[in-house]
């Protein structure tokens, strides 16, 4: 049933959580300044528990069932992470505090550096980057700002492999760079021959996702760093696919200059929604100096008797503020959390549960669907989701009805170069009897597919709502419970 | 930790694969590099990581523990209960971005409600599902602005009044942008409240002209004419604005802003150290299509039933790549989610108490400090909201230390930003302080002098 939105749930005069009345001398509102009308909804406490209540139960959720998004690393996350972030003492600070008041914060952000740059084999860490995507950009700066300040002017292109995340190529053009797609050979691959040739000393760099989005570990990895550092680039790894190499290998130690992490992918922070995520960004060492202002520094190793003191810092060369304050530090607190509790050998577990799990699946499910890259994957893999004896079923209609089965989606149609592609990350924290569950539901669909075609193409069946008519969307643009203008008049 | 593969679950996934250990599916890593050491602290136990994260965070004394005047651009105000325990739902904050909107109406209808509630505060057409905090929202409207002109305007004004890191990470933004001129907030243009100097400055050339609203000093400002001279050369205006203060003051929209963005933390999101926040973004229809980030629409199922999804994805970097309107991927999902519910469940009568609790609050604050010798306002002739400069005879740092001795975080040291303001402190004031804080504080400012 359609639940009514918070305009269609208000009646004039009642009241939610209120407030006391000043016991201070009154002071006028300068009446030239002074509202009219404030048109927000009036609904008590109960009635707008009822409603977002209500609106939880519309959602699919980790903690409801099986994400297997590609890319996404929807993995659980735990509940400690969600105390320890809100610990007053944490979130009750500040961000304009004097560090002498705030230094659990800044021990905390100091050696979530160090712990960040140490599992990617880096010299240094920056914790301020939003999300991924903002990484990115961090990343991109440093790259631009590193060949500037050489007086290397000529460096304007990047080169984006096919396989790539869009975010490359849009935080490649923000920073004014001319980005170039970059082909795959047949293993799914950098393909080597066509890096080569667009080398020259026009390449600012590369950006290089390892695993790539196929889920494959690229094995010219070593010649593609080599080739582009030949040519005077940079080479900038996305780290979106981090949980297939924790403790398994150390970008940073085999050439990559820069790279960000997705807390809220590898590091366990929820995805909220759609955020807030977190892109702290790491640097080989003659990067440091480029790093965002604010940069976390020990500023007094102490001695026996006095502990280490710590503050901020700019960066000599560095490329500016990305953001207010200092990054989404709540979630470095949850990411912090996460990686005090694993360890070492926790975060190895990590990778490789989550490669055995997606070779499982893989296994269990490519004599029924196509498997283009026919290779052991990491921690994750991509399957057709086409038939040729079926041509009017397509990837779409599959992830929809999985939904009947009460199974979120893969990602499906990306990576652009599969065909109907349908991608698939299990993620370490699921069991096997889960994933048995998947792909006997994958596996009956493909049957589905075969002699109830339509079951597939009207899918789904039993969700909250059904196929969303989006054209009529992108047509309609409402975008607001009431159009302005009308709602001055209620 | 969090994985529960039993020992005999691994050998028959093993068997499944065909491969003998899991080592084995590794094998494409150079050997030379392949499980390498880490060296990191032995593992905590959850009951162990709990007790040193709560020693971490009690290394800390904060706004609990002091009376905090701090303010510039993170507020303090009261979380009713309620909003933390409905974002603490699994269904919501362990769900990805709605991509799928039949399992996902959840979200997408709170981020409609989102959009609708920051439309009506800022009295725009059209707000995004939300940008990483208000000093980026700000960053993308001047991207928007750019190249609404396709390049043909090179000129953006920002007023030197706008939060300094805003403007910081607005040159951040556009660094790379040697076509860009980013001007008007060097000393000379300054920061006199009738705007004159800024307003001198706007031309043909200039494609967007971005004040705030109040300001970073607090101060209301009248912005009509300046919107007017801006309009009258073609250029747009964007308007930082407090989403508090908007509760009792005229929306910039319908004082003819183009743009609308700000810092959504007052809205029900705790201080945190700077993070997560939340940065709001709306627009006029006429730049509708030039918005950058996920849009919610109203649609209908095959049913017939009413159904929220993306949409106008077209813009955005997942399908159109290096033409995007901006490289963003991710909105404050959650945190719009705690705006939508803190907004709803305070609604009409408790917002509008709270921002005049701020409002009394801080005047009541303003009046008492200038009394004392020693203290005076600078901008006394300009209204404001909750937040006022105070010019102390003293040291600004020796006055801080010394109230911070006093348990109190006295503001923020305006000097940082702006030297014509030596001996300047901005204080906030919210519905947090109360009048037994305030009287205290002058207590203190008044031994100060007396010393």
Redesign the interface.
Same mark, same amino acid.
């Given at each position: 049933m359609?639940?009514p939105?918070?305009?269609e749930l @208000?009646s004039p005069g009642? +009241?939610?959580?209120?407030?006391?009345?000043?016991?201070?001398?009154? @002071?006028e509102?300068?009446q030239?300044?002074?509202?009219?009308n404030?048109?927000?909804?009036?609904?008590s406490?109960l009635g707008?528990?009822r *409603?977002?209540?209500k609106?939880?139960?519309?959602?699919?959720?980790?903690?409801?069932g099986f994400?297997p998004?590609g890319s %996404?690393t929807?993995?659980?996350?735990?509940k400690?992470n969600?105390?320890?972030?809100?610990?007053?003492?944490?979130?009750?600070? $500040?961000?304009?505090?004097?560090e002498d +008041?705030?230094?659990?914060?800044l021990?905390?952000m100091y050696t979530l550096q160090n712990?960040l740059a140490?599992?990617g084999?880096f010299a240094d860490a920056t914790l301020a980057p939003?999300?991924?995507?903002?990484g990115?950009?961090v990343g991109t700066?440093i790259i /631009?700002?590193y060949h500037k300040d050489r007086g290397d002017l000529k460096r304007t292109r990047i080169l984006i492999p096919d396989s790539a $995340?869009?975010?490359n190529?849009? @935080? @490649?053009?923000?920073?004014?760079?001319d980005?170039v797609q970059l082909p795959s050979d047949e293993r799914g691959n950098v393909d080597l021959k066509a890096l080569a040739e667009l080398c020259d000393d026009t390449l600012a760099g590369i950006m290089f996702t390892n695993p790539n989005t196929l889920g494959?570990?690229d094995?010219n990895?070593?010649e593609v760093i080599r080739i582009v550092h030949e040519a005077g680039g940079l080479v900038y790894g996305d780290g979106a696919n981090m949980n297939a190499?924790l403790?398994?290998?150390?970008p940073g130690?085999?050439g990559i200059d820069v790279m960000h992490y997705n807390l809220h992918k590898t590091f366990?922070t929820? $995805?909220?929604?759609?955020?807030?995520?977190?892109g702290p960004v790491m640097v080989c060492e003659k990067l440091v100096d480029y790093l965002?202002?604010p940069h976390v520094v020990m500023t007094d190793p102490g001695d026996e008797d006095t502990p280490p003191t710590y503050g901020f810092a700019r960066p000599e060369k560095s490329?500016?503020?990305?953001?207010?304050? *200092?990054? $989404?530090?709540?979630?470095l607190?949850r990411a912090?959390?996460y990686?005090?509790?694993?360890?070492?050998?926790?975060?190895?577990?990590?990778a490789?549960?989550a490669?055995?799990?997606a070779?499982?699946l893989?296994?269990?499910l490519k004599g029924t669907y196509t498997l283009p890259y026919d290779?052991?994957c990491m921690h994750e893999f991509v399957l057709e989701g086409y038939w040729k004896d079926v041509p009017d079923i397509h990837a779409l209609d599959i992830?929809?009805r999985l939904?009947d089965y009460d199974f *979120?989606?893969p990602t499906n149609y990306?990576p652009l170069i599969v065909h109907e592609a349908l991608m698939i990350e299990p993620t370490?924290?699921?069991?096997?009897e889960t994933l048995d569950q998947f792909a006997d539901a994958m596996v009956k669909i493909a049957e589905e597919a075969r002699t109830q075609p339509e079951l597939l193409k009207?899918a789904?069946h039993n969700?909250?709502?059904?196929?969303?008519?989006?054209l009529?969307? /992108?047509k309609?643009?409402?975008?607001? %419970?009431?159009?302005?203008g009308e709602?001055e008049k209620k | 930790?969090?994985?529960?593969?039993t020992h005999a679950?691994?050998e028959?996934?093993?068997k499944?694969?065909?491969?003998e250990k899991?080592e084995d599916?590794?094998?494409?890593? &150079?050997e030379q590099?392949?499980?390498?050491?880490?060296?990191? &602290?032995?593992?905590?136990?959850?009951m162990q990581?709990?007790t040193?994260?709560?020693s971490?965070?009690?290394?800390?004394?904060?706004?609990?523990d002091?009376i905090?005047f701090?303010g510039?651009?993170?507020y303090?105000h009261?979380i009713?209960a309620?909003v933390?325990?409905?974002l603490?739902?699994?269904?919501?904050?362990?769900?990805?971005?709605?991509y799928?909107?039949?399992?996902?109406?959840?979200?997408l209808?709170?981020?409609?409600?989102f959009?609708?509630?920051i439309?009506?505060?800022t009295? #725009?057409?059209?707000?995004n599902?939300?940008h990483?905090?208000?000093?980026?929202a700000a960053a993308e409207a001047v991207?928007l602005a750019f190249n609404h002109f396709r390049g043909k305007r090179d000129k953006i004004l920002l007023s030197r009044a706008i939060?300094p890191?805003?403007r910081?990470?607005i040159?951040?933004?556009m660094?790379?942008?040697?076509a860009i001129r980013i001007v008007g907030d060097d000393p000379e243009t300054g920061i006199e409240p009738d705007l004159k100097n800024l307003i001198d400055q706007i031309d043909l050339d200039t494609c967007l002209v971005m004040v705030q609203y109040p300001d970073f000093f607090g101060r209301?400002i009248?912005y009509a004419s300046l919107i007017e001279a801006a309009h009258a050369q073609g250029a747009l205006v964007a308007v930082v604005a407090n989403p508090t203060a908007?509760?009792?003051?005229?929306?910039p929209?319908e004082i003819g802003a183009d743009i609308v963005v700000g810092?959504g933390q007052p809205l029900g999101i705790?201080?945190?150290?700077?993070?997560?926040?939340l940065g709001f973004f709306a627009v006029k229809n006429a730049l509708?299509r030039k918005i950058s980030g996920?849009?919610?629409?109203?649609?209908?199922?095959?049913?017939g039933?009413?159904?929220?999804?993306l949409?106008?994805t077209a813009r955005?970097?997942?399908?159109?790549?290096?033409?995007?309107s901006?490289?963003?991927?991710?909105?404050?999902?959650?945190?719009t989610?705690a705006a939508?519910?803190y #907004?709803?469940?305070?609604?009409?009568?408790?917002?509008?108490?709270?921002a005049?609790?701020c409002?009394?609050?801080a005047?009541?604050t303003a009046?008492a400090v200038q009394e004392i010798p020693g203290y005076k306002l600078p901008f006394k002739s300009t209204?404001f909201f909750h937040e006022f400069v105070v010019q102390a005879d003293e040291n600004v740092p020796e006055l801080?230390a010394h109230l911070?001795h006093h348990h109190i975080?006295g503001g923020?040291d305006l000097s940082q930003d702006y030297p014509e303001l030596e001996g300047c402190l901005l204080m906030a004031v919210t519905?947090m302080n109360s009048?037994e804080d305030?009287d205290y504080l002058t207590d203190v400012l008044s031994e100060v002098e007396h010393a």
């Open positions: 359609r639940e939105t918070i305009f @208000s009642r +009241t939610g959580v209120t407030f006391q009345e000043p016991d201070v001398p009154l @002071s509102i300068p030239e300044f002074a509202r009219a404030l048109p927000f909804p009036e609904i406490e707008v528990v *409603h977002f209540t609106l939880s139960q519309k959602n699919y959720a980790i903690d409801l994400y998004l %996404c929807m993995k659980y996350n735990p400690i969600e105390v320890t972030a809100r610990y007053p003492g944490f979130a009750a600070a $500040h961000p304009l505090q004097p +008041t705030v230094q659990g914060n021990y905390l712990w140490e599992i084999g939003a999300a991924g995507a903002q990115e950009l700066m /631009a700002k $995340h869009g975010t190529p849009a @935080s @490649s053009a923000m920073l004014g760079f980005p494959l570990f094995e990895t070593a190499l403790g398994v290998f150390k130690e085999c366990s929820p $995805h909220g929604g759609g955020g807030p995520g977190s965002p202002d490329i500016g503020r990305v953001k207010t304050f *200092h990054g $989404h530090f709540g979630m607190v912090f959390t990686i005090a509790m694993l360890g070492q050998e926790g975060l190895r577990d990590v490789e549960k490669v055995l799990n070779n499982y893989q296994a269990k290779r052991s992830a929809k939904m *979120h989606p990306f370490e924290t699921e069991s096997v009207n789904p969700t909250p709502v059904k196929r969303a008519d989006e009529k969307a /992108a309609d643009l409402v975008f607001c %419970c009431y159009p302005v709602w | 930790m969090f994985t529960p593969h679950d691994v028959a996934m093993l499944t694969i065909g491969v899991v599916l590794f094998k494409v890593v &150079p590099n392949r499980f390498p050491d880490l060296n990191l &602290p032995q593992p905590l136990s959850e990581a709990a040193e994260l709560d971490i965070a009690s290394a800390n004394a904060t706004t609990r002091f905090s701090l510039a651009g993170a303090q009261y009713p309620a933390d325990n409905l603490q739902r699994g269904e919501f904050y362990t769900a990805y971005t709605p799928q909107p039949e399992i996902s109406q959840g979200t209808q709170a981020i409609f409600e959009q609708s509630l439309s009506l505060l009295g #725009m057409d059209v707000s599902a939300s990483y905090d208000g000093a980026t991207i939060n890191q805003y910081d990470v040159r951040g933004y660094q790379a942008n040697d209301i009248d908007l509760a009792l003051l005229t929306p929209g810092e705790p201080l945190s150290y700077g993070g997560p926040y509708l996920r849009l919610v629409g109203e649609t209908v199922d095959t049913q039933e009413l159904a929220y999804v949409t106008l955005e970097q997942h399908i159109r790549r290096e033409k995007a901006s490289n963003i991927c991710s909105n404050q999902g959650l945190m989610l939508t519910i #907004m709803t469940l305070l609604g009409k009568t408790g917002f509008q108490q709270v005049n609790l409002y009394q609050n005047h009541y009046n209204p801080l911070q975080l923020y519905e009048r305030i």
